[in-house]
DNA sequence: CTGATAATTATCAATAATGCTAATTAGCAA
DNA sequence: TTGCTAATTAGCATTATTGATAATTATCAG
């Protein structure tokens, strides 16, 4: 389930969306002016966010705003949590000492 | 720079093989023996792990030992935990109530 | 409806990622 | 050295990702 959450964040300009949106919402234009890429190279790139559920699009009159999604986020941060949590399934190769 | 991170994280194989790591040093071989893949793939794949530091590898003898490098983790964590920081760039355009 | 602005979807070429089999390197024991 | 096991690298085909331009949808003002 996290794996299209870590493949959407293996991209430099959507992290530096991530960033941005960190900040407070945006418009799609206004993000895509952030980056020498063309808009519709954005718009991809936000779908693929999207598609992770790492932000949300919410049309909003003439322009569409970005979000981003805490919650995903703070699942991704639990996942790499247990990456180097101790086990203590009776399995250990190192920690005798501690 | 947390890029190839990310992006080595973004294969569920790969992140099995950290799961498996956490809970002590591996050999290849024994790597290989969680898998369907063939034992050539899961080499790249440990490639991939070591490339983006978030594994090492150690001869011993006749195999290879791999370990996780939690230290890397740990910066992805924080990668991660600034997305959902508060920003105080005094640019919001929510957060007025709280 | 027409025109203008905002944004997306469609298509295509180039590049990267994945996974296999075959060939190669590395260490160790006899 | 020879032979054996452990593991990696090489090469190749298939599929996925990326990025651009062109075409399309959507909303609003008049």
């Not at 493949?7 to 799609?28: F, I, N, T, W, Y």
Request: proline letters at 4%; zero cysteines.
């Amino acid at each position: 389930m996290p794996n299209e959450v870590f493949k959407a964040l293996g991209h430099p300009l959507r992290r530096q969306v991530m960033d941005l949106l960190r900040k407070g919402p945006r418009s799609s234009g206004e993000l895509a002016e952030h980056f020498d890429a063309a808009w519709p190279t954005v718009t991809r790139h936000l779908n693929v966010l999207k598609d992770a559920d790492l932000i949300t699009a919410e049309r909003q009159g003439t322009s569409i705003i970005y979000r981003t999604n805490t919650s995903v986020i703070e699942d991704a941060i639990s996942s790499l949590m247990g990456m180097v949590a101790h086990d203590n399934g009776d399995d250990e190769q190192k920690e005798a000492a501690e």
